[in-house]
Every structure is written in structure tokens, then in C-alpha cells.
């Protein structure tokens, strides 16, 4: 096939199958797999893994969740697995469907923002149930979650930026390798089966940003997972593979990266860890908004903030292109407003916190809110950093307030603190499981020592789910 | 890729979502063409049903506990209707002598049929909703895969796996009752998840492809009848399959004369369990085979057109699967044997001494002058006498399709191993008569051993 001519510029001329950077990827994920994770890998495992059982929780009773069970009712197998937040069961593919599902539905997980990469969603989809299945220990999850987004990450990263800016749904796409190899080390998969799962895996990726204000979007990760379980147990039970998928001449990266370095996928694994970059979103919307939400609610929280009824004109000072993707001065619904940094704004100056319930449909539409938001108005500054903002209120007796945010909480400058991260998951599973965070930060606190991960599937579902 | 506003202006996934809904009465030809493709691929599926790629896959099903919703063919499993469409797609497309579609190279019949029959018999639907569902579901995967046009497949897609997800979804769709508006749904969401990479080729995850295709079709179409949404242009949107795997999709192509040009009546059925561009060659090897004793034979000289050697020229394959790709072999055994199934490319036959021995005197000679459907055969026999094959258009090609006598053959000839000769018959006579009267329980019935 003609691959000089028909996809632009490589950084690599031209493929070298002997290069083979799926085997020693995987070769590098058994070593890591075999050994305790080092403390700072194994914080940012717990953090991902807390955060994203959040927001697994927070969604659970969604209608994408609810229409993925309704169907696991009908079609699916043995109701062996667990799904956080549900007090029901469904089999390994589709509970790993429903769970990766609402772990993405609100936007809200884990991103790696030098890849836009959400890995927690497919990582915990396909971990959970085959963990608890397995009768795996605490610490056997908890490596298989932590390299399941380290290998996902790291395929991400040898195709970015060109995969993603093409239109694939990278969280998908690579979400399906990050997924067989979180099942496949639950399975105990050796190197050569683990690069057989990938090859299967990566043979099923999926993931177009067509979909993205739709289902869709999140069905990418949780599909992800249930391919990736799907993969693992073919491998397990003698399928066969690629199993050099990734740079292979008609693999992953050639058929979906116009520019790709495949030795981005292995330079340096086990001592550089992308799993350390991965953040936290602090607010339920788009990341650009963040820098201006965070100014707001600081405004709100201060001593003289004279309440919103005493606000004439908010002025929100930020770079041009956070008005160029969320410059929306009036949006109509909850999905809308995530991609409006003048509804964030608003919201944090109204309640003094951003959370889900400020992307209600009713508290966009609320007088109040439409009323505040029709009071903002943007000055862009190309001097600005993109992640700076600032925002500056002009109250009712001709006073002003004024606040700078230099990096928004939860970006890798100025990383959620561990009671922030709580807060925010208490945010999420409060509605959903009353009272029930604190058992859940110890359970993934207590999981690298624990003898099974029970008391985490414990925390994660409601009393009395059938075990 | 260019962006033009006329591209747009097409909604390709609704009006294949509106027309495979309510498809408009099925001309006889095109329905005579949809139960053809239905034969073969049971009979394929059938014939490749205790392979070690299957029994792997259905281990896997298993493991899982799924509920008994449907029918594996040539065995007496039942799994739920995803498993059962996945196993049936891997099998079928497993010896790679299935139904070519020769515009796209597109093998529609795997991904398609064992998705409609999946949720056919699941539903207790009658033969004419399943020969509906087969041909607009082989429709949309082939308009599809026209569309995406040739660097779609050079780029490293393997087309049969990311047009069969959509042509999957198709027939489950209108087999579940889908609203238009579902439909456009079920196939964005099968978009949003068509795949196969070209890497697979020589291992049993290509016709993986064709399992994934079929059981992720049937799981989008079932997902939105409960409630899931997508987008409404999943395969021509801006960010949508056409424009991501392809660098110059036609989306006129897709959707021009839909309902009166039938696409389905130009899918081909392999008589021979290769690469298809060795089957001219086979075709004289077979004819000299008639004429004269192989083993008499000195050199034997095959003409074909170059495209041959590029995909068929392993020179001593080791292993069954080798053989697959050796001109060599396949004019052998098409001498030896006088026909070239999945018996002929075995390892054992591979490694046979008197095939090696055989096609050790096969010579090729290309030639840019003979067409792809085309080759000569000549050699000299022990007296000194010459023999002269031509064969001008290869059994299976446009020109001359295998007829339904041969395609009966073939159908028989894989399923009968299974099924025992008189059963194998029954099973290509209900295909080939299914109608409102045949219930496709009784089809799937046909299709399995006796419990």
C-alpha cells in the first residue's frame, strides 16, 4: 500500500515492524505488574481510582445507565458483577458497559490533559467486576487499574495530537487498550497473551467525536471496557492475534494517526508515569470554563461579597479562546451550560459552589440565573495565559471587587488537595449512597493492603445489593 | 480532505435509516440473491463450526452464562443473540470462502446474516423478515463500503468488519421495529464503533471482525430500542466514520437509487476456499485435471494477471493457512483434486508429497494483458502432447456467477460433514425457499444437529 503518499507527515518515514513497541510495552507491564507500586504512582492510583468511582456513582441512576441495564435484563449473562452505585448485578461486559458509561456521562472524571484522555472510565469498567469476580486482592485492582491507565495514556500520547485532532474520540480509542490490559494483568495474562488481548482489543476500538453531545460519547469508554474484558478472556482461552498491533504497518497508529512516534508508548516506563499527570476537574462543565468559575466562587466565599442582588456588571477577563469554545452568553439547558463559561461564572457567584446541581436544566433556566448571566460580559486578553482569568464584580454603590486566578484548581500547576478531591466525590455520591464517602475513601485508601476488594465493592453499591 | 456544502447537505444515515425500515417490495432477483447469501453463509458457519477459533470463541460465550436466546449454527449451543451473531460471524468468515462483494471486497454475508438470524429467531420472525433483513442490511454495508471508496481500505480498515457493523445494525434494526428515527441511531452507534485493522490478516481475529461486526450491529440495534441515543450523522457528520476513515468519501454513492439499484445482486459467492484472484487459475487446473492424469504432466505454465503474485505467491506454504496464499498450491490441488474447498487447504494437503511434488512444476507467468477474472494453462504431457486451458471469465466472477446448482454444491459440500448429505440438502432447500411460510426457527433448526 502506498504509505508515503497518502498520509502526510510522519515522524517516523516509515514503519519498522522490528521496532515492535507492543511487545516491550507489554513485557514492561508485567515487570510493573509483578512489583508494589511506588508510593507517588500508587497516591495517583487511589486518587483516579476514588475520583472516578465518584462520578461512576454520581451517574448511576442516568437514563444511558438505566437503558444499558434494561437491556442487560433482557440479554445479559450471569449477574456476577457489581456496578457502583446500583443495587443490582449484570454480567462482566455489561456491567463494565454500564459502569464505564456513567463514569464519563457528566464530563466530570479524570482527564490527561496532554491527551485529552479520560482513562479512569474504561480502566474502572473493566477492572471492577473481573476483580471481584477473580477473587483478586486489593492490590492486584489497584495495579491493574493503575497500568490499564498508564498504557492507555501512553498509546495516547505516541498519537497525539493528530488522532485526536483528526476526530477520533481518543478516550475510546485508546481507552480499549488501556481496558484489556487492566483485564488482561486481572487475568494473569503473561507478555505474549497481554500483547495478543491488545491485539484483539485494538482491532475493536472505537470512539468518533461525532457523538459527542450524545450517549455515544460516554458508551465509547464503557464500550471500551466490555471490549477489553471481551478480549482478555478470547486470550485467556486461546484466541489468537496480532500481536504487534500498535506498529504494525496496518495497526493502530498508521490506520488512525497521520503522525504517531510508537517509542512514546515505552521510553522510560516504570520511572515517567503519565498516570502522575492525570487531574481532577472540580466543576461538571468544560475545562476552559474553570479559571473563571474558580475567580467566582472565590469572590463569593469573601468576606465583603455583598451577595449577587448587589452585582450591576460582571466583567470576565480571560484569553480569546476560552470565548471562542465557551462563549455562550445564554444557554438553554444543562448541557449547554457546561460549555459556557458566563453560566459558571454565574452559578459560582449565585451559590458559591459549581457542582452537578448547577447544571440542572431548571437552574439554567432560573430567573435569577438568567438574570445574573445577562449582567457578565467578556474582555479577552491574548496576554492572558489561557489558564488564568480574572473576574471583577461592579456592585450596586459603585464598588468593585476583583479576582486573579493563575491556574484554576484541578490543573496539574495547582492539583485538587485530598479534602478538595473529597469534597467533590461527597458531592457525588451523597445523593446517590447517603453518608457512605467516608467508607469509600477508606476502602480505596485500605485497598493496596487488602485481602480482597469487597469492602471496596461494599462502599462502591448500595446496603443490601445482592452479593 | 475537502469539505464541500453539498457533502453535507446529504443526511446519508437517515435516508439508509428510512429506507431500511420499511424497504420497498423485494424484486425476485434481489430476493433470489438475498437467499443465496443467506445459504452460503450457513453453510459456511456450519462447515467451520467445531474449528479451534470457534470452539475458543464459544468457551468465551460460555464463561459469561449468557441466557439461550438463539441458535449456534452446526451445534447445539444456544447463547443470547449477541454471542450467538458473534460466533456465527467468526465461523463464517473463518476459512475466508465466503461471499465477495467485488467493487469493495467487502464479505458482507458474515456480519450481516448471523445478526439478522440472531434476532430473528430470537424474535420468532418468519423467513420473509429474515431475507428482508439480510438484503438491506448487505444493501447499507455495501453502499457503505462504496462510499468510503478505495483509500478506506488502503489506509489499513478492514472493510468487511467496519461496514458490517453498520450493515448489522441495519437488518437488526428493522427486524426489531425501529422507528426511522431509531434506525439513523442504531446505525450512528454502529459507526461509532466500526472496526477491523488490516494487522489481523493471517490471524483468526480477521474473522473476528466479522463476529464483532455482527454482534455489535445487533447490541446497537437493541441498545436503542431501550432507550439509547446517537448521532444523527454518524456516518457522514463532520466528525463522523466517512470523513475519519476515508480521505474522499462519496456520499452520493451511498444513498443514489436506493431501493432501485440493488447492490446485493452483485455479491459473489467464492467457489474456491482462497484468494480469489487464483480462482481463474484453479478454473484450468481443474478443466486440465479433466483432461489428462496430473502426474503425467511436465511443467505446467499458468498466465495470469500480475495482481496474482502479490497476493498469492507463497512458493512452498508450510501450513494450511499458507497455502491460502500460493498460486502454487491452488492450481495443485485444483489438478489433484479436481476442486479446491476447505479439504484442499489443509496442512495436511499442504504438506502432502504428492501436491508438493505437484506444484513444484507449476511455473507463473504474469501478464498485464489477462484480466484479473482471467488465466491460460498450458503444459505437456508424457507423449509430448500440449494442452492449452483458457479460461476467459473465472466461475464466481460478474461474468459468470456460480450458478445455483454450484452454489447448492458448495453449500452441501461444507455443511454435509455436519449435517450428513441428506440433511445438508434440506438445510439449502429451506434457504433457498424461505418465505412468509418458514418460520426461521425451523431454518435455524435446518442448520444444527439433532438433540
Given at each position: 500500500?502506498g504509505q508515503t503518499s497518502?498520509?502526510?507527515?510522519?515522524?517516523?518515514?516509515?514503519?519498522?515492524?522490528?521496532?515492535?513497541?507492543?511487545a516491550?510495552?507489554?513485557?514492561?507491564?508485567?515487570?510493573?505488574?509483578?512489583?508494589?507500586?511506588?508510593?507517588?504512582v500508587?497516591?495517583?492510583?487511589?486518587?483516579?481510582?476514588?475520583?472516578v468511582?465518584?462520578?461512576?456513582?454520581?451517574?448511576?441512576?442516568?437514563?444511558a445507565?438505566?437503558t444499558?441495564?434494561a437491556k442487560?435484563a433482557?440479554?445479559g449473562g450471569?449477574?456476577?458483577?457489581p456496578?457502583p452505585?446500583r443495587?443490582?448485578?449484570?454480567?462482566?461486559?455489561h456491567?463494565a458497559?454500564?459502569?464505564?458509561?456513567?463514569?464519563?456521562?457528566?464530563?466530570?472524571?479524570?482527564?490527561h490533559?496532554?491527551?485529552?484522555?479520560?482513562p479512569?472510565?474504561a480502566?474502572?469498567?473493566a477492572?471492577?467486576g473481573l476483580?471481584?469476580?477473580r477473587h483478586?486482592r486489593?492490590r492486584e485492582?489497584l495495579?491493574a487499574?493503575?497500568?490499564?491507565?498508564?498504557?492507555?495514556?501512553r498509546v495516547g500520547v505516541?498519537?497525539?495530537p493528530?488522532h485526536?485532532?483528526?476526530?477520533?474520540?481518543?478516550?475510546?480509542?485508546?481507552g480499549?487498550?488501556?481496558?484489556?490490559?487492566a483485564?488482561?494483568?486481572?487475568?494473569?495474562?503473561?507478555?505474549?497473551?497481554?500483547?495478543?488481548?491488545?491485539?484483539i482489543?485494538?482491532s475493536?476500538?472505537?470512539g468518533?467525536r461525532?457523538?459527542f453531545?450524545t450517549?455515544?460519547?460516554?458508551f465509547?469508554?464503557?464500550?471500551?471496557?466490555?471490549?477489553?474484558?471481551q478480549a482478555?478472556v478470547?486470550?485467556a482461552r486461546?484466541?489468537?492475534?496480532?500481536?504487534?498491533?500498535l506498529?504494525?504497518?496496518?495497526?493502530?497508529?498508521h490506520?488512525?494517526?497521520?503522525?504517531?512516534?510508537?517509542?512514546?508508548?515505552?521510553?522510560g516506563?516504570?520511572s515517567?508515569?503519565?498516570?502522575?499527570a492525570?487531574?481532577?476537574?472540580?466543576?461538571?462543565?468544560?475545562?476552559?470554563?474553570?479559571?473563571?468559575?474558580?475567580?467566582?466562587?472565590?469572590?463569593?466565599g469573601?468576606?465583603d461579597?455583598?451577595?449577587?442582588?448587589?452585582?450591576?456588571?460582571?466583567?470576565?477577563?480571560?484569553h480569546?479562546l476560552?470565548?471562542?469554545?465557551?462563549?455562550?452568553?445564554?444557554?438553554?439547558?444543562?448541557?449547554?451550560?457546561?460549555?459556557?463559561?458566563?453560566?459558571?461564572?454565574?452559578a459560582?457567584?449565585?451559590?458559591?459552589t459549581v457542582?452537578?446541581?448547577?447544571?440542572?436544566?431548571?437552574?439554567?433556566r432560573?430567573?435569577a440565573?438568567v438574570?445574573?448571566?445577562?449582567?457578565?460580559?467578556?474582555?479577552?486578553?491574548a496576554?492572558?495565559a489561557?489558564?488564568?482569568a480574572?473576574?471583577?464584580?461592579?456592585?450596586?454603590?459603585?464598588?468593585?471587587?476583583?479576582?486573579?486566578?493563575?491556574?484554576?484548581?484541578?490543573?496539574l500547576?495547582?492539583?485538587?488537595?485530598?479534602a478538595?478531591?473529597?469534597?467533590?466525590?461527597?458531592?457525588?455520591?451523597?445523593p446517590?449512597?447517603?453518608?457512605?464517602?467516608?467508607a469509600l475513601?477508606?476502602a480505596?485508601d485500605?485497598?493496596?493492603?487488602?485481602?480482597?476488594?469487597?469492602?471496596?465493592?461494599?462502599?462502591a453499591?448500595?446496603?443490601g445489593?445482592?452479593? | 480532505?475537502?469539505e464541500?456544502?453539498?457533502d453535507?447537505a446529504?443526511?446519508?444515515t437517515?435516508?439508509l435509516?428510512?429506507?431500511?425500515v420499511a424497504?420497498?417490495?423485494?424484486p425476485?432477483d434481489?430476493?433470489?440473491a438475498?437467499?443465496?447469501?443467506?445459504?452460503?453463509?450457513?453453510?459456511l458457519?456450519?462447515?467451520?463450526?467445531?474449528?479451534?477459533?470457534?470452539?475458543?470463541?464459544?468457551?468465551?460465550?460460555r464463561?459469561?452464562?449468557?441466557?439461550?436466546?438463539?441458535?449456534?449454527l452446526?451445534?447445539?449451543?444456544?447463547l443470547?443473540?449477541?454471542?450467538?451473531?458473534?460466533?456465527?460471524?467468526?465461523?463464517?468468515?473463518?476459512?475466508?470462502?465466503?461471499d465477495t462483494?467485488l467493487?469493495?471486497?467487502i464479505?458482507?454475508?458474515?456480519?450481516v446474516?448471523?445478526?439478522?438470524?440472531?434476532?430473528a429467531?430470537?424474535?420468532?420472525a418468519?423467513?420473509?423478515?429474515l431475507l428482508?433483513?439480510?438484503?438491506?442490511?448487505?444493501?447499507v454495508?455495501?453502499r457503505v463500503?462504496?462510499?468510503?471508496?478505495?483509500s478506506?481500505?488502503?489506509r489499513?480498515w478492514?472493510?468487511s468488519?467496519t461496514?458490517?457493523?453498520?450493515?448489522?445494525?441495519a437488518?437488526?434494526?428493522?427486524?426489531?421495529g425501529?422507528?426511522?428515527e431509531?434506525?439513523?441511531s442504531?446505525?450512528?452507534?454502529?459507526?461509532a464503533?466500526a472496526?477491523?485493522?488490516?494487522?489481523?490478516?493471517?490471524?483468526?481475529?480477521?474473522?473476528?471482525?466479522l463476529?464483532?461486526?455482527?454482534?455489535?450491529?445487533?447490541?446497537a440495534a437493541l441498545?436503542v430500542?431501550?432507550g439509547?441515543?446517537?448521532?444523527?450523522r454518524g456516518?457522514?457528520?463532520?466528525?463522523?466514520l466517512?470523513?475519519?476513515?476515508?480521505?474522499?468519501?462519496?456520499f452520493?454513492?451511498?444513498?443514489?437509487?436506493?431501493?432501485?439499484h440493488w447492490?446485493?445482486?452483485?455479491?459473489?459467492?467464492?467457489?474456491?476456499?482462497?484468494?480469489?484472484?487464483?480462482?481463474?487459475?484453479i478454473d484450468?487446473?481443474?478443466?486440465l485435471?479433466?483432461?489428462?492424469?496430473p502426474?503425467?504432466?511436465?511443467v505446467?505454465?499458468?498466465?495470469?494477471n500480475?495482481?496474482?503474485?502479490?497476493v498469492?505467491?507463497?512458493r512452498?506454504?508450510t501450513?494450511?493457512?499458507?497455502?491460502?496464499?500460493?498460486v502454487?498450491?491452488a492450481?495443485?490441488?485444483?489438478?489433484?483434486d479436481?476442486?479446491?474447498?476447505p479439504?484442499?487447504?489443509?496442512d495436511?494437503q499442504?504438506?502432502?508429497?504428492?501436491?508438493?511434488a505437484?506444484?513444484?512444476r507449476v511455473?507463473v507467468?504474469?501478464?498485464?494483458g489477462i484480466r484479473?477474472d482471467?488465466?491460460?494453462?498450458s503444459?505437456?504431457?508424457?507423449?509430448?502432447?500440449?494442452?492449452?486451458?483458457?479460461v476467459?471469465?473465472?466461475?464466481?466472477?460478474?461474468?459468470?456467477?456460480l450458478?445455483?446448482?454450484q452454489?447448492?454444491?458448495?453449500?452441501?459440500?461444507?455443511?454435509?460433514?455436519?449435517?450428513?448429505?441428506?440433511?445438508?440438502?434440506?438445510?439449502?432447500?429451506?434457504?433457498?425457499?424461505?418465505s412468509?411460510?418458514?418460520?426461521?426457527r425451523?431454518?435455524?433448526?435446518?442448520?444444527?444437529?439433532?438433540?
Amino acid at each position: 500500500m502506498g504509505q508515503t503518499s497518502d498520509v502526510g507527515h510522519r515522524r517516523q518515514a516509515t514503519p519498522q515492524p522490528a521496532r515492535d513497541t507492543t511487545a516491550r510495552l507489554c513485557a514492561a507491564l508485567c515487570e510493573s505488574a509483578a512489583a508494589p507500586l511506588a508510593a507517588p504512582v500508587r497516591r495517583a492510583a487511589e486518587r483516579s481510582l476514588l475520583n472516578v468511582l465518584g462520578t461512576a456513582i454520581g451517574a448511576s441512576r442516568e437514563p444511558a445507565v438505566e437503558t444499558v441495564l434494561a437491556k442487560a435484563a433482557a440479554h445479559g449473562g450471569r449477574p456476577v458483577a457489581p456496578i457502583p452505585g446500583r443495587p443490582e448485578r449484570a454480567d462482566l461486559t455489561h456491567a463494565a458497559l454500564a459502569t464505564g458509561i456513567a463514569a464519563h456521562l457528566d464530563d466530570f472524571d479524570d482527564t490527561h490533559l496532554a491527551t485529552v484522555i479520560h482513562p479512569g472510565a474504561a480502566t474502572l469498567g473493566a477492572s471492577l467486576g473481573l476483580a471481584h469476580q477473580r477473587h483478586a486482592r486489593g492490590r492486584e485492582l489497584l495495579t491493574a487499574f493503575a497500568l490499564g491507565c498508564e498504557a492507555q495514556l501512553r498509546v495516547g500520547v505516541a498519537m497525539s495530537p493528530s488522532h485526536y485532532d483528526a476526530g477520533w474520540h481518543i478516550t475510546g480509542t485508546c481507552g480499549v487498550v488501556g481496558a484489556a490490559v487492566a483485564a488482561g494483568l486481572l487475568l494473569e495474562l503473561g507478555p505474549e497473551q497481554l500483547a495478543t488481548a491488545i491485539g484483539i482489543a485494538a482491532s475493536s476500538t472505537l470512539g468518533i467525536r461525532e457523538a459527542f453531545g450524545t450517549m455515544t460519547k460516554s458508551f465509547h469508554p464503557g464500550k471500551a471496557a466490555s471490549n477489553g474484558i471481551q478480549a482478555a478472556v478470547l486470550t485467556a482461552r486461546g484466541f489468537s492475534a496480532p500481536t504487534n498491533i500498535l506498529d504494525h504497518p496496518r495497526g493502530l497508529y498508521h490506520v488512525l494517526a497521520e503522525d504517531y512516534d510508537p517509542e512514546a508508548a515505552v521510553a522510560g516506563f516504570g520511572s515517567h508515569w503519565e498516570l502522575l499527570a492525570n487531574t481532577f476537574k472540580p466543576y461538571p462543565c468544560g475545562i476552559v470554563t474553570h479559571p473563571a468559575i474558580d475567580a467566582a466562587v472565590a469572590l463569593a466565599g469573601r468576606p465583603d461579597y455583598p451577595g449577587a442582588e448587589a452585582i450591576e456588571d460582571v466583567v470576565i477577563r480571560c484569553h480569546p479562546l476560552v470565548v471562542e469554545l465557551t462563549g455562550n452568553p445564554d444557554p438553554e439547558d444543562g448541557l449547554q451550560a457546561r460549555f459556557a463559561t458566563i453560566h459558571g461564572v454565574a452559578a459560582g457567584l449565585l451559590r458559591g459552589t459549581v457542582g452537578l446541581p448547577e447544571y440542572d436544566d431548571a437552574f439554567v433556566r432560573d430567573a435569577a440565573t438568567v438574570g445574573l448571566r445577562s449582567r457578565c460580559r467578556f474582555e479577552v486578553d491574548a496576554a492572558l495565559a489561557r489558564a488564568a482569568a480574572e473576574v471583577e464584580l461592579h456592585l450596586a454603590g459603585g464598588q468593585r471587587l476583583r479576582e486573579f486566578v493563575e491556574h484554576a484548581r484541578g490543573s496539574l500547576e495547582r492539583p485538587l488537595s485530598d479534602a478538595e478531591l473529597e469534597a467533590k466525590v461527597r458531592g457525588l455520591v451523597d445523593p446517590i449512597l447517603p453518608g457512605r464517602t467516608g467508607a469509600l475513601v477508606a476502602a480505596v485508601d485500605a485497598l493496596a493492603d487488602a485481602d480482597t476488594v469487597n469492602e471496596l465493592v461494599d462502599a462502591a453499591t448500595p446496603e443490601g445489593a445482592v452479593l | 480532505m475537502t469539505e464541500t456544502a453539498t457533502d453535507t447537505a446529504i443526511d446519508v444515515t437517515r435516508q439508509l435509516a428510512d429506507f431500511s425500515v420499511a424497504p420497498p417490495a423485494l424484486p425476485d432477483d434481489v430476493a433470489h440473491a438475498g437467499r443465496r447469501t443467506i445459504a452460503n453463509t450457513l453453510g459456511l458457519a456450519v462447515g467451520a463450526c467445531d474449528e479451534p477459533a470457534t470452539r475458543v470463541a464459544l468457551g468465551a460465550a460460555r464463561w459469561f452464562e449468557p441466557p439461550e436466546q438463539a441458535g449456534v449454527l452446526g451445534r447445539t449451543e444456544r447463547l443470547n443473540v449477541e454471542w450467538t451473531a458473534l460466533v456465527n460471524g467468526l465461523a463464517a468468515h473463518l476459512e475466508d470462502f465466503d461471499d465477495t462483494h467485488l467493487a469493495t471486497v467487502i464479505h458482507p454475508g458474515a456480519a450481516v446474516v448471523p445478526a439478522a438470524l440472531a434476532v430473528a429467531e430470537w424474535l420468532d420472525a418468519d423467513g420473509q423478515r429474515l431475507l428482508e433483513a439480510t438484503v438491506v442490511g448487505v444493501e447499507v454495508a455495501l453502499r457503505v463500503g462504496l462510499g468510503l471508496s478505495s483509500s478506506h481500505f488502503d489506509r489499513g480498515w478492514h472493510i468487511s468488519g467496519t461496514c458490517g457493523h453498520v450493515g448489522a445494525a441495519a437488518a437488526a434494526g428493522l427486524l426489531l421495529g425501529l422507528t426511522a428515527e431509531q434506525q439513523a441511531s442504531a446505525l450512528s452507534l454502529a459507526a461509532a464503533q466500526a472496526s477491523g485493522l488490516l494487522a489481523a490478516l493471517g490471524t483468526v481475529t480477521k474473522p473476528l471482525h466479522l463476529g464483532k461486526a455482527a454482534a455489535n450491529g445487533v447490541e446497537a440495534a437493541l441498545l436503542v430500542a431501550h432507550g439509547f441515543t446517537a448521532p444523527e450523522r454518524g456516518i457522514e457528520g463532520r466528525r463522523g466514520l466517512a470523513r475519519l476513515a476515508s480521505r474522499d468519501p462519496d456520499f452520493t454513492t451511498m444513498v443514489a437509487g436506493l431501493g432501485q439499484h440493488w447492490e446485493t445482486c452483485a455479491n459473489a459467492f467464492k467457489p474456491y476456499a482462497c484468494g480469489i484472484v487464483a480462482h481463474p487459475a484453479i478454473d484450468a487446473a481443474i478443466e486440465l485435471g479433466r483432461q489428462v492424469d496430473p502426474d503425467a504432466l511436465d511443467v505446467i505454465v499458468a498466465r495470469v494477471n500480475p495482481v496474482v503474485l502479490d497476493v498469492m505467491g507463497v512458493r512452498d506454504p508450510t501450513d494450511g493457512l499458507q497455502s491460502k496464499f500460493s498460486v502454487y498450491h491452488a492450481v495443485a490441488v485444483g489438478l489433484h483434486d479436481g476442486t479446491a474447498g476447505p479439504a484442499q487447504f489443509t496442512d495436511a494437503q499442504a504438506t502432502d508429497p504428492r501436491i508438493r511434488a505437484l506444484r513444484e512444476r507449476v511455473r507463473v507467468n504474469l501478464d498485464a494483458g489477462i484480466r484479473r477474472d482471467e488465466a491460460r494453462l498450458s503444459a505437456r504431457d508424457g507423449a509430448g502432447t500440449a494442452h492449452e486451458i483458457h479460461v476467459p471469465h473465472a466461475t464466481g466472477s460478474a461474468d459468470r456467477p456460480l450458478t445455483d446448482a454450484q452454489l447448492r454444491d458448495k453449500v452441501t459440500s461444507l455443511a454435509a460433514p455436519v449435517l450428513g448429505e441428506a440433511r445438508a440438502l434440506a438445510l439449502w432447500d429451506c434457504a433457498l425457499s424461505l418465505s412468509a411460510a418458514v418460520p426461521v426457527r425451523d431454518l435455524v433448526a435446518a442448520a444444527r444437529p439433532h438433540d
